[in-house]
């Protein structure tokens, strides 16, 4: 796998995008609340949310076929 990330192609498990995906997020509803498009209350109970479920997808990810040694 590391061999196929230094030539430019990534992984397409949609498991491996989970924690970019949600640091995305999380960015977004800071900015969102700064901007003063989002509450700061919504903001103090979501953004906890989102650093919980990128923790639990982080831990309960199984080896997929593109994880595996070859």
Do not use: N
Not at 37 to 56: D, F, K
């Amino acid at each position: 796998m590391a061999e196929d990330m230094s030539q430019g192609m990534s992984c397409k498990c949609p498991h491996h995008r989970m924690v970019p995906i949600l640091a995305f997020l999380l960015g977004l509803l800071f900015l969102l609340g700064a901007l003063g498009y989002v509450a700061a209350h919504t903001v103090s109970i979501v953004w906890p949310i989102l650093v919980m479920v990128g923790g639990l997808t982080k831990m309960s990810k199984g080896m997929c076929k593109c994880c595996l040694p070859k």
